[in-house]
């Protein structure tokens, strides 16, 4: 099954704040997210407020996404800390 995916302006903003230096962490982030786009069920589920979502880690940073459908949406991406506010 292909899914497809998309980026909300939350994830883009911040995507681009903090890869802006770190090109290293820039690669590591599209290529996690090209996996999540070949199994998108590697991330941890996400509770309560967050239920529906999932998160994948990459160091101390954290994307947040979901699944609906046959279309994954990359809601956010932060550090750890402030990712879950």
């Not at 997210?33 to 998108?40: M, R, S």
């Not at 529906?52 to 949406?73: D, K, L, Q, T, W």
Request: proline share 4%; glycine share 8%.
């Amino acid at each position: 099954m292909g899914f497809t995916y998309r980026t909300e302006p939350q994830f883009d903003k911040n995507f681009k704040r903090l890869t802006k230096k770190d090109k290293y962490l820039k690669e590591r982030v599209l290529g996690k997210i090209e996996d999540i786009c070949t199994n998108p069920r590697t991330g941890k589920p996400l509770r309560n407020e967050l239920r529906g979502m999932r998160r994948a880690h990459i160091g101390s940073y954290v994307i947040i996404y979901a699944i609906i459908g046959n279309e994954i949406v990359f809601m956010n991406f932060d550090h750890h800390d402030f990712v879950y506010n």
